[in-house]
T-cell receptor, first 110, second 111 residues
């Protein structure tokens, strides 16, 4: 089965803690993305990576960090510097003409 | 600031009716306009897309109308079915990677 997996589906963390969200794809795509989804705001791009060992900031990168050490994996760390981290996070891969999305991780910071 | 403005925020339609969602953009460098469909608790999936060299594209019950001079495009869902109940996002792109998404429209189809 080809696709994108994100884990965990739900994540709870205390305020001030860093947390890492996992994203793995077996679609052999070079490009991967992280989006944040909030009600009424659509999908906003956090970071994207065109190729292994390279990544660029998206529109709302502050308080987030990423790495791209393997083609299949693009983990996102939500740091304590992110002022409002509670949201639904979506990982995607592929080019703009068709991005494939994972099922998402709902992060709640208590 | 959102580069693609989408309306309405939500709509309710009777089974068999037509759902219409509108989007507008300012950046004339955009050259690819997809629509994504998202069911609750799932990631979005590409539904249909258009490039500005055509004014309309139809796939089954879904049609995109594109007005380049007005910088607007819309999604029409004909003969709406309960299974079409979802959130729909328009988007626009001007390179091979980044998509700018609209805020989304939640469509509810009543049986």
């Amino acid at each position: 089965d080809g696709g994108i997996t994100q884990s965990p589906k739900y994540l709870f963390r205390k305020e001030g803690q860093n947390v890492t969200l996992s994203c793995e794809q077996n679609l052999n795509h070079d490009a991967m993305y992280w989006y944040r989804q909030d009600p009424g705001q659509g999908l906003r791009l956090i970071y994207y990576s065109q190729i292994v060992n390279d990544f660029q900031k998206g529109d709302i990168a502050e308080g987030y960090s990423v790495s791209r050490e393997k083609k299949e994996s693009f983990p996102l760390t939500v740091t304590s510097a992110q002022k409002n981290p509670t949201a639904f996070y979506l990982c995607a891969s592929g080019l703009a003409n068709e991005q494939f999305f994972g099922p998402g991780t709902r992060l709640t910071v208590l | 600031q959102q580069q693609v403005k989408q309306s309405p925020q939500s709509l309710i339609v009777q089974k068999g009716g037509i759902s219409i969602i509108n989007c507008a953009y300012e950046n004339t460098a955009f050259d690819y306009f997809p629509w994504y469909q998202q069911f609750p608790g799932k990631g979005p999936a590409l539904l249909i897309a258009i490039r500005p060299d055509v004014s309309e594209k139809k796939e089954g019950r879904f049609t995109i109308s594109f007005n380049k001079s007005a910088k607007q495009f819309s999604l029409h869902i004909m003969d709406s079915q309960p299974g079409d109940s979802a959130t729909y996002f328009c988007a626009a792109s001007k390179d091979d990677y980044k998509l700018s998404f609209g805020a989304g429209t939640t469509v509810t189809v009543r049986a």
